[in-house]
Each structure stands twice: as C-alpha cells, then as structure tokens.
C-alpha cells in the first residue's frame, strides 16, 4: 500500500470489506496493520499475522486508521467508509473519539 499515491475506491472497498469480515467471524481485534496488507494487480487484498486477533479488544482499527493516515490515506478511506456504510461510519468515529 506504501507504493499507491492514490487509496482507490475499490482498495477502501477490500479494506471495509476485510474488517467486517473479522467482525463478523467474531475476532476481538478488528484491525490490521498495513504492513500486513498485501494488494495483488487486481485490488484484491491478502491478510496475514492475526496473531493477537482474540487476545486484544478495538473498538474501531486503530493501526489500519494510524498507517493510512501516515500515508495520507485516511481522509479517503473515512470517506469511503461513510458512503459504503454508514452505521459502521457512526460506530468507529464515536469510538475514535472517545480514546
């Protein structure tokens, strides 16, 4: 993800997609770093070390917001997030802003 000057629409789709995903198969830490990101030619992405998936509790993914943000990602990213799904949107901001 370091190498793309530009969080596409499709990429924040999969990386939306991914969190539920955890949330969904009951993982305590719904998060990931990017550096555990991989993004194959087609968008798609690949997860790996959810070594502390059931050991830490986030209310919102934390490493995923502080790595897109240092790529000057996150602004994207949260704004796609609020168009793909808003609930979600609502949850993580109050979340954000309570830490």
Do not use: C
Request: charged share 35%; hydrophobic share 45%; glycine share 2%.
């Amino acid at each position: 993800m370091k190498q793309r000057k530009v969080l596409s629409k499709v990429l924040a789709k999969e990386l939306v997609l991914m969190l539920k995903v955890l949330e969904h198969i009951q993982f305590n830490r719904i998060d990931a770093r990017l550096r555990h990101i991989f993004v194959k030619d087609d968008q798609k992405i690949k997860v790996i070390d959810h070594v502390s998936a059931f050991r830490y509790k986030t209310d919102y993914p934390i490493h995923l917001y502080r790595g897109l943000k240092k790529l000057g990602h996150l602004p994207v990213f949260l704004q796609q997030l609020e168009e793909l799904d808003p609930d979600l949107f609502k949850r993580w901001e109050k979340a954000r802003m309570l830490k």
